[in-house]
């Protein structure tokens, strides 16, 4: 009953946000059809509406906190990991580009492959006995990148180094 419950309740908040945008779309129509105004302000409303409409259903799972299929740094600190078998790899990391602790940990979705399996496994042994870990992307040959959505590129069969964290990058405790 829990996991109906919690899968139902992100699908309330879509349906919610749906709803508002139909009844914008109605208000919309009425200006349309109903008022005087000249076609290039019925125009300008219908681009401006339709604006919105794609800036809010691209940033709404962000703003929600899902796990995001692009952007993986090049280099990271490792914090946890889950392995979904069949689907996919969940890994919650902090690029470490600009400095530890300069960065917020963000979570991070990659598609399920054998070979990335083992080396998350790997990794994530060293974890649980309290080893800090870094990983190092690299695109494996013959990966393809997706560019069919306005964010950056998410790279398929990407391979995943870990090597063990310097004593200089561990986060100090408060």
Do not use: C
């Amino acid at each position: 009953m829990t996991d109906l419950l919690e899968s139902t309740i992100p699908m309330a908040d879509i349906t919610a946000l749906t709803v508002a945008y139909l009844v914008v779309v109605v208000l919309l129509l009425a200006l349309n059809l109903f008022t005087p105004w000249n076609w290039v302000v019925k125009l300008g409303m219908n681009i401006f509406v339709m604006v919105f409409f794609l800036i809010t259903y691209h940033s709404w799972p962000k703003i929600l906190g899902w796990p995001t299929e692009r952007d993986l740094p090049e280099k990271f600190y490792l914090h946890a990991i889950n392995v979904d078998e069949p689907h996919r790899i969940y890994l919650w990391a902090a690029d470490i580009s600009t400095g530890l602790g300069r960065t917020t940990p963000r979570s991070f979705a990659l598609p399920y492959s054998a070979k990335l399996h083992d080396s998350v496994d790997k990794a994530n042994r060293k974890l649980k006995k309290g080893l800090p870990m870094i990983g190092l992307v690299n695109s494996a040959p013959g990966s393809t990148s997706d560019l069919s959505r306005f964010e950056q590129t998410q790279v398929h069969n990407l391979s995943i180094t870990f090597i063990d964290a310097p004593q200089a990058l561990i986060p100090g405790k408060n």
